[in-house]
């Protein structure tokens, strides 16, 4: 989902997401639900975090690691 935001703008890419999300997690057992939502969000995160490295390294003059 988070390349359905600026700069990439995939939106239809957003729907399809939540759709196979909804879909996972509606399965009748507790477990498989919770891990399917873990993993999603653990997915949006990591793909919407690049933003922060970019932030610090281009507009706030933060150091690069390497």
Known sequence: MPLAFAPVGWAWLAVIALAAFFALTSQP????????????GLGYFGVG?????????????GAELW
């Open 49 to 61: 975090i690049s933003w922060v490295f970019i932030s610090i390294s281009q507009y706030g003059n």
């Open 29 to 40: 057992s507790r477990r498989q639900a919770l891990w399917s939502a873990y993993l999603f």
